[in-house]
C-alpha cells in the first residue's frame, strides 16, 4: 500500500508560481512512476505530467510552464507551475503507477492522493 500527501496549493494571481509536493511512503519509491493530474470544476480529470525511470511526460497544455521532478532520497515528487493560467485552476491530484513503464491515463495508476487546490485569479 503507498499513501500520497500533496501540498503546496493555494490562491495566486496569473502569471505566479506554485511548487506543490507529494510526498510518498513505501520503501520502493523510486521505482513508482509518478504523475500529476488535474481536475476542474464541472471537468475530467486530466493528465498533467509523469516521471518514470524511463523520461517525463507533459500534456500540451502545460510544457514549457510546468515542471516535474523527484527527489528518491525524500520519497517526493513536485509540480513547479510558472507562468500560470486561470484556466490551470483545479484540484490537483498526485499519483503513482507500480505496473506501467511511462503511465499516462489515470487508470494506469494505482494510488492516488486527496488532492491539493490550485486557484488562479486573472
Known amino acids: 500500500q503507498v499513501q500520497l500527501v500533496e501540498s503546496g496549493g493555494g490562491l495566486v494571481q496569473a502569471g505566479g508560481s506554485l511548487r506543490l509536493s507529494c510526498a510518498a511512503s513505501?520503501?520502493?519509491?523510486?521505482?513508482?512512476?509518478m504523475g500529476w493530474f488535474r481536475q476542474a470544476p464541472g471537468k475530467e480529470r486530466e493528465f498533467v505530467a509523469a516521471?518514470?525511470?524511463?523520461?517525463?511526460n507533459y500534456a500540451d497544455s502545460v510544457k514549457g510552464r510546468f515542471t516535474i521532478s523527484r527527489d528518491n532520497t525524500k520519497n517526493t515528487v513536485y509540480l513547479q507551475m510558472n507562468s500560470l493560467k486561470p484556466e490551470d485552476t483545479g484540484d490537483y491530484y498526485c499519483?503513482?503507477?507500480?505496473?506501467?513503464?511511462?503511465?499516462?491515463?489515470?487508470?494506469?495508476?494505482?494510488?492516488w492522493g486527496q488532492g491539493t487546490q490550485v486557484t488562479v485569479s486573472s
Open positions: 499519483a503513482a503507477a507500480t505496473r506501467v513503464v511511462i503511465p499516462i491515463a489515470p487508470e494506469e495508476y494505482d494510488y
Open positions: 516521471i518514470s525511470r524511463w523520461g517525463l
Open positions: 513505501g520503501r520502493t519509491f523510486s521505482r513508482y512512476g
